[in-house]
């Protein structure tokens, strides 16, 4: 079975600065996607990067970047230029690619200081 | 380019009594899947539909728990003769295709039993 594992429970960031969240997975499959979620108080979950594991070219969209270390099981999740609106829970999910489920990590508390 | 909707947002039940949880996918998704979210911990897969199918339930409770998506109207999550246990936040999402990567999440529903 599939698992996802974020080792780090808590993190802080002062503005401006540059964040990076970790996740590990398990999966004996060549074949899935990668996601990062964020959960803000409001709770809604937002989708704000996705890998496809056959792409060796990793995943960016403005601020954030992802590190995908395929043969690592690594998927880690940069955030650069931190403001005060990237403070949430971030969750790692993971998807093979014939299946349906999302499969989530605990989540990362990402907190930023001003 | 109305999103996923879940309504109830919150859902106070007593024990023993019928919780019913609704989600409407965002427009030209046919594909619906529901999440259970514990206290402190990341989304469970729960039960994936299709219009009138239910293609997998590998993550739903045996007993009390069921879901549909009818031809017409929305999802509902039905949790019967509910206990203590049962309170979770319970996000919906949804996806244009099974074979789509992404799954855009609603808003959630928090039941809280007592």
């Known amino acids: 079975a599939q698992t996802v594992t974020q080792s780090q429970p808590e993190m802080s960031v002062q503005e401006a600065e540059t964040v990076t969240l970790s996740c590990t997975y398990d999966t004996s499959e060549s074949d899935y996607y990668l996601f990062w979620y964020k959960q803000p108080p409001s709770r809604q979950m937002i989708l704000v990067i996705r890998?496809?594991?056959?792409?060796?070219q990793n995943a960016t969209e403005n601020r954030f970047s992802v590190n995908f270390q395929k043969a690592a099981k690594s998927f880690s999740l940069k955030i650069s230029d931190s403001q005060l609106g990237d403070a949430a829970m971030y969750f790692c999910a993971y998807r093979s690619q014939a299946g349906t489920a999302l499969i989530f990590g605990k989540g990362t508390t990402l907190s930023v200081s001003s | 380019n109305a999103g996923v909707m879940q309504n109830p947002r919150h859902l106070v039940r007593r024990r023993g009594q019928e919780a019913r949880l609704r989600c409407s996918p965002m427009?030209?998704?046919?594909?619906v899947y529901w999440y259970r979210q514990l206290p402190e911990e990341g989304l469970k897969f729960m039960v994936y539909?299709?219009?009138?199918?239910?293609?997998?339930e590998s993550g739903m409770p045996k007993e009390r728990f069921s879901a549909e998506f009818p031809k017409e109207g929305p999802s509902i999550l039905r949790i019967q003769q509910v206990v203590r246990g049962d309170s979770a936040a319970y996000f919906c999402?949804?996806?244009?295709?099974?074979?789509?990567?992404?799954?855009?999440f609603g808003p959630g529903t928090r039941l809280t039993v007592t």
């Open positions: 999402a949804s996806s244009p295709g099974r074979l789509m990567a992404e799954q855009y």
């Open positions: 539909l299709q219009k009138e199918n239910i293609i997998d």
């Open positions: 427009k030209g998704h046919s594909h």
């Open positions: 890998q496809e594991a056959y792409k060796q």
